[in-house]
């Protein structure tokens, strides 16, 4: 694929981009292997919600990493794994080694009767075999969805039961900093909710005893044993899914995002190159985890589709002390790191001290993702980690959109702090105004939107097309909504702001208010609930939740109960990190909760709170504001 190298060549390509994306595209795609070439480049219609790709081509994404990478690359290490204990031998796994175990697990699941088009649910560690898995489920044509292992088993079971899955991946358990924590457990709790399983294979990790069932429950490494290092790959449309990976929005459960093949395989390729700006022989680590978006994409993906070393880490930046990250650079001689807002954040409120013994002397890049990064998280990561040097790639993008969408190129789009810059060429971002009038010109603000697909957009919710539909193509017509409020500057540099809609960002975590409302509301002494997001020193937002109860227990005692209901039906990353207990919400005559002031006086802001007279309950607010948890 050809790398865009200069910033004049940058704006060529944006301009060839918009004027014949059909050229532009296809110039990419043929950098890659194809069963069969397309007939057209794209077929579009964003009201009934309708992208065609590269119609009728025919390919495997598997291919493209492995066939295409060998001859060149078979002894070229695709992944290093480091384990969560420091004391444990990392692992580097060539690319040959990872094209026989993938073939061998790929044999495993058509063995167990896996087929194209079957629904999968991955629910394992950062371990390589979580990557294998993903692959396999790719090269047999079945659709994986990955799960982040964090989550509860009544997340698992929602996931499991939208998609109809017929397998799960996991592991006994999960090594993560000074804790083991179980996996299987949960996976079996879980499936007391589900009827589509059928089999579940079981990867050995922690070694902690768990229960089998006989004929359901497998080993991963007695799957295997028999299976020969080839399998040949399930020939797949462009347009047949490739995965599904559940995230959250404003309203209801969790969504079944749909990704194809075809397209995701060529847009995650193109950004990874280009935003990282790779180089045949450099190290590359992103931090994500595979349970989300950019594990995907920036650690599985992209990276190997490019032949490019990828890092993948077990444990957290804190196990066995906060210099981890840091160590690992220097252990492994990183060359691009790509990390979240909220790590910098944790890591620069312990200081210098814990670098003091690193030299980050190999880093070339260094990335941001997943949340605004303030400006004084920037310059830190920026000025100690990139030590002044490096270019720091701010990346704007979401679960919907497959890649980054909005970024600097490393080295080639000067820094700005704070800003994720300019659109990558393909990608024509608008500003709209909230009655969907474009905002042109520099210094605007409203929200973003993108008025052309890419490839790797989303095609629908599994399931629920509709909801497709409702959710990001009918706010403004003819294009797609990203729920994110942006500004313009001066330079015509691009800002994201952050979530417009009842989405929070919490750790860089994606949570709908509701989905969290609606845990706190299966306590049985609660009676109605409402959850905001309020700024969070490390978290970027914290959860702020309004709880009114019929309860005789104490408030402490039912907080601390609230808490645990929480961590039960969505898992640890979503419990609330203050609760009020109020007698009533401030609501509109028609009974809408006015989430503005509870935002405003969760963020300790009551300046202006607007006029409250016109509320059906006016007296709630004086109560709200004299017993904020601040
Ligand atoms: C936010 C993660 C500002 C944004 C890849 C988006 C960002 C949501 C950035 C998607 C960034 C992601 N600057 N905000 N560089 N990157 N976001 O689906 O609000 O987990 O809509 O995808 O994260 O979160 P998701």
Redesign the pocket.
Known sequence: MQRIKSLSDYFKKYELSEKDPESFWSEIAESFTWKKKWDKVLDWDFEKVNINWFQNAKLNITENIFERNLKERGDKTAIIWEPNDPSESPIHITYKELYEETCRFSNALRAKGIKKGDRVIIYMPMVPEAAIAMLACARVGAVHSVVFAGFSSTSLADRINDCQAKMVLTSDGNFRGSKTIPVKPVVDEALEKCSTIESVIVLERTKQNVEMINGRDHWWHDCISEEPKVCESEVLDSEDMLFILY?SGSTGKPKGVVHSSAGYMIYSAYTFQNVFQYDENDIYWCTADVG???GHSYIVYGPLLCGATTVMFEGVPTFPNVSRFWDIVDKFKINQFYTAPTAIRALQAHGLEPLKNNSLDSLKVIG??????NEEAWHWYHDNIGKGNCPLV???????TGGIM??ALAGITPNKPAH?SLPLPGILPVIVDSEGNELLGNNVQGNLCIKFPWPSIVRTTYGDHQRCINTYFSNYKGMYF???GVKRDHDGYLR?L??VDD?I?VS???MGTAEVENAINEHEEVIESAVVGYPHDIKGEGIYAYVIINSKSSDDTIKAEIVNVVRRVIGPIAKPDKIQIVSGLPKTRSGKIMRRILRKVASNDFGNLGDTSTLLNPDVVEEIINGASL
């Open positions: 995230t989300w978006i950019t941001s993702v997943g949340e605004p990064i701010d990346t704007w993008w979401q679960t919907e909005i970024s994720a990203t729920g994110d994201i952050g979530r989405v960002n860089g975590h994606r």
